[in-house]
């Protein structure tokens, strides 16, 4: 388990030095009045303190991704957990901290009003519908999730539609009641609960002489599934996630004072990758290797693996109490993210979300498609999710590196994840069963040419006038 915890410090380390240097080039002002002072309404935005919105934006962005999604990628073997160490450190961490701080700095906009901004109308509508979907999507697979779970642990008249209905009330209420009646008050017990969970998985493999296989960065998957890019799209929440760009604003809109924002935006991501090297970890060692865990995978799929693993080494009580983390993980994730869409709708409409009745007229139609769209297969919903939320997170990288360069900021900070990631989404769509099924030495080389062609565009507005001057690109970058 060296392994395990080594990529933890590492994880760690990475806050404090590569966080506190983009905290340090972004230059929060604690004397900059916050949406949360200046607009507050008692619905959505409500000064917190930071110590809760750090814990809510962590179950916000914890969903089944850095559990599901750590399981699945620990296929591909030990290499997993580079993706996960430095995918975090040096792509989700910068993502989540530039998206949440300049949500702040424009009155807790949604991320599509923010690309607006930075990269024109166009780019602004695109998101817009883009941003809808995915959350609707987020939604609808974290509702499902939860419901199968909770349908295994109870009477067979307790089946998955009793608690799909049971789960949609709870994300009708999340989503309607002000953010500071509901997910504020139970948040802090979901909380605790998810750290017991992490805490216990670890433990048990730890206590029960559970090892790693020996460090390599070859290809393990029993299947022979590409690790580019198949690997960087499996792991999304836990490295970088484009759903966490939808779920910032949310908080963005409860932060008393800017000099908070790394310890909420940078420190929840660093603490799910922790979840999500948890999972990894367990996925190997339990099953002695990723021929062991493939064969779980097809038997019961990762719920079966979490189910299998958590009664295994905790018993029956606490793997109770684990497998209540994992269902904890989505539901807290589900709904926020039907909150996040109304509110994104709210934005696109110019409405205001203080009365009921406007809430009500937004949320409705939402629910009726997230209601629609849960019959049908999860895996499909999820493969979609997958890679649509990763090229979230390239487009909200390059808004991040266009403010920089606005604001004569060094970019580069935002501009090296964001063309990796640009890669890793061409290359996906290009490969994957679900997209255009290309063999790997055209994906490869449409997503490399692609990264490389925008980087260069990028490169060229920043530069093509006096280096050292503020450079307004907004017209030049105008989609």
């Given at each position: 388990?060296?392994?395990?915890?080594?990529?933890?410090?590492?994880?760690?380390?990475?806050?404090?030095?590569?966080?506190?240097?983009?905290?340090?080039?972004?230059?929060?002002?604690?004397?900059?009045?916050?949406?949360?002072?200046?607009?507050?309404?008692?619905?959505?935005?409500?000064?917190?303190?930071?110590?809760?919105?750090?814990?809510?934006?962590?179950?916000?962005?914890?969903?089944?991704?850095?559990?599901?999604?750590?399981?699945?990628?620990?296929?591909?073997?030990?290499?997993?957990?580079?993706?996960?160490?430095?995918?975090?450190?040096?792509?989700?961490?910068?993502?989540?901290?530039?998206?949440?701080?300049?949500?702040?700095?424009?009155?807790?906009?949604?991320?599509?009003?923010?690309?607006?901004?930075?990269?024109?109308?166009?780019?602004?509508?695109?998101?817009?519908?883009?941003?809808?979907?995915?959350?609707?999507?987020?939604?609808?697979?974290?509702?499902?999730?939860?419901?199968?779970?909770?349908?295994?642990?109870?009477?067979?008249?307790?089946?998955?539609?009793?608690?799909?209905?049971?789960?949609?009330?709870?994300?009708?209420?999340?989503?309607?009641?002000?953010?500071?009646?509901?997910?504020?008050?139970?948040?802090?017990?979901?909380?605790?609960?998810?750290?017991?969970?992490?805490?216990?998985?670890?433990?048990?493999?730890?206590?029960?002489?559970?090892?790693?296989?020996?460090?390599?960065?070859?290809?393990?998957?029993?299947?022979?599934?590409?690790?580019?890019?198949?690997?960087?799209?499996?792991?999304?929440?836990?490295?970088?996630?484009?759903?966490?760009?939808?779920?910032?604003?949310?908080?963005?809109?409860?932060?008393?004072?800017?000099?908070?924002?790394?310890?909420?935006?940078?420190?929840?991501?660093?603490?799910?990758?922790?979840?999500?090297?948890?999972?990894?970890?367990?996925?190997?060692?339990f099953f002695h290797g990723t021929p062991g865990l493939a064969a779980a995978m097809k038997e019961g799929g990762p719920g079966g693996?979490?189910?299998?693993?958590?009664?295994?080494?905790?018993?029956?009580?606490?793997?109770?109490?684990?497998?209540?983390?994992?269902?904890?993980c989505p539901i807290t994730s589900g709904d926020t993210a039907f909150r996040s869409a109304r509110l994104t709708i709210a934005d696109?409409?110019?409405?205001?979300?203080?009365?009921?009745?406007?809430?009500?007229?937004?949320?409705?139609?939402?629910?009726?498609?997230?209601?629609?769209?849960?019959?049908?297969?999860?895996?499909?919903?999820?493969?979609?999710?997958?890679?649509?939320?990763?090229?979230?997170?390239?487009?909200?990288?390059?808004?991040?590196?266009?403010?920089?360069?606005?604001?004569?900021?060094?970019?580069?900070?935002?501009?090296?994840?964001?063309?990796?990631?640009?890669?890793?989404?061409?290359?996906?769509?290009?490969?994957?069963?679900?997209?255009?099924?290309?063999?790997?030495?055209?994906?490869?080389?449409?997503?490399?040419?692609?990264?490389?062609?925008?980087?260069?565009?990028?490169?060229?507005?920043?530069?093509?006038?006096?280096?050292?001057?503020?450079?307004?690109?907004?017209?030049?970058?105008?989609?």
């Amino acid at each position: 388990m060296l392994l395990f915890f080594l990529s933890v410090a590492i994880l760690i380390i990475g806050y404090f030095t590569y966080g506190l240097l983009m905290e340090k080039i972004f230059k929060p002002d604690e004397n900059r009045a916050t949406p949360a002072n200046t607009l507050t309404d008692g619905v959505d935005y409500v000064p917190m303190d930071w110590k809760n919105i750090f814990l809510i934006q962590l179950l916000n962005i914890a969903g089944l991704g850095p559990i599901f999604g750590a399981i699945a990628g620990a296929l591909w073997g030990p290499v997993a957990f580079l993706w996960i160490v430095f995918g975090c450190i040096f792509a989700g961490g910068i993502h989540d901290y530039l998206t949440g701080m300049l949500s702040v700095r424009n009155n807790g906009a949604s991320i599509s009003e923010i690309a607006g901004i930075y990269l024109g109308p166009v780019m602004k509508n695109v998101m817009r519908v883009f941003s809808v979907i995915l959350l609707i999507l987020v939604g609808t697979v974290f509702m499902t999730g939860p419901a199968k779970l909770l349908a295994s642990l109870t009477p067979k008249a307790l089946d998955f539609n009793f608690w799909l209905i049971i789960v949609l009330i709870y994300y009708f209420l999340a989503t309607m009641l002000p953010i500071d009646k509901l997910i504020g008050r139970i948040y802090p017990v979901f909380g605790l609960v998810l750290i017991i969970m992490a805490v216990g998985i670890t433990g048990g493999l730890l206590f029960k002489g559970y090892q790693l296989p020996p460090f390599t960065l070859a290809n393990l998957h029993p299947q022979g599934l590409p690790i580019w890019a198949m690997l960087f799209v499996s792991i999304a929440c836990g490295a970088i996630s484009g759903f966490h760009a939808t779920q910032s604003p949310l908080m963005a809109r409860c932060i008393k004072n800017e000099k908070y924002g790394r310890r909420v935006f940078y420190g929840a991501m660093v603490a799910e990758g922790i979840i999500a090297l948890v999972w990894a970890a367990a996925g190997i060692a339990f099953f002695h290797g990723t021929p062991g865990l493939a064969a779980a995978m097809k038997e019961g799929g990762p719920g079966g693996v979490v189910h299998t693993v958590s009664v295994s080494l905790l018993g029956g009580v606490g793997g109770i109490l684990a497998i209540l983390g994992v269902i904890v993980c989505p539901i807290t994730s589900g709904d926020t993210a039907f909150r996040s869409a109304r509110l994104t709708i709210a934005d696109w409409l110019n409405t205001n979300q203080k009365p009921i009745l406007k809430r009500l007229y937004i949320a409705v139609p939402l629910f009726i498609v997230g209601g629609t769209l849960s019959q049908l297969n999860f895996d499909i919903i999820w493969r979609y999710f997958a890679w649509s939320n990763q090229t979230l997170a390239m487009i909200a990288l390059w808004v991040g590196a266009v403010y920089l360069v606005r604001n004569n900021i060094p970019h580069w900070i935002a501009t090296v994840p964001a063309t990796f990631m640009t890669a890793v989404s061409i290359t996906y769509i290009l490969q994957a069963p679900e997209g255009f099924h290309l063999p790997p030495t055209v994906s490869y080389s449409a997503g490399v040419i692609g990264a490389i062609t925008l980087f260069i565009l990028f490169v060229g507005v920043v530069f093509k006038r006096n280096i050292g001057k503020p450079v307004d690109i907004h017209s030049d970058l105008n989609m």
